[in-house]
């Protein structure tokens, strides 16, 4: 899937989840874990020529559903440690760091391409192929929501349901 649309999706989940006062560092937090799998072609770039073994390599262990929650387990300690907003509410946060994270690999398998969701194991890539590389019909409105959830911040409005009052 194109970079836009991993940024823009996992920017949407981390601010769907995090508390409202952290709207704005989770939307931005969501964009780089969204996109975080997909550093590992820099080192690849430099290893191989081969672009099937690039393709093979690259959505391999940086996207496996045994990896990521790992190094997403990572990542929040580390912010829980060093306080600031992850320390404030340690467990929203947790689950926004490894909902932005898992969103790349899921993503990438409804693409034609497919990836390796359950790397190490010798299974088969999940290639579900009902999305498009790049499909701005659906990145559109995920990046409409991001914008609105970055203008509403703790808004009434940014809480997704609001009306009627009772909710």
């Known amino acids: 899937m194109d970079s836009l649309t991993q940024i823009v999706l996992g920017g949407a989940v981390a601010a769907a989840i995090a508390p409202a006062p952290h709207r704005r560092a989770a939307l931005l937090a969501g964009a780089m874990l969204g996109t975080l799998p997909d550093l590992d072609a820099l080192p690849l ?3 191989t ?4 073994a690039r393709m093979t ?4 262990a940086s996207h496996s559903l045994f990896v990521l929650p790992l190094l997403g387990w990572a990542i929040w300690a580390l912010f829980r440690r060093s306080g600031g907003r992850v320390a404030e509410s340690p467990l929203r946060w947790f689950w926004a760091i490894q909902l ?3 969103t790349h690999p899921l993503l990438d398998a409804f693409t034609v391409y ?3 969701l359950w790397w190490p194991l010798p299974m088969r890539s999940v290639m579900w192929s009902s999305v ?3 499909d701005p019909l659906y990145t559109i409105w ?3 929501a991001c914008i609105a ?3 509403l911040r703790e808004r009434i409005a940014a809480h997704g349901c609001c009306w009627p009052a009772w909710c």
């Open 100 to 102: 932005a994270l898992v």
């Open 49 to 52: 020529d081969d672009p099937v």
């Open 114 to 116: 497919g990836t390796q």
């Open 45 to 47: 770039a430099l290893l």
């Open 132 to 134: 498009f590389i790049i």
């Open 57 to 60: 390599w690259h959505r391999s």
């Open 142 to 144: 995920l990046l409409a």
């Open 149 to 151: 959830a970055w203008w």
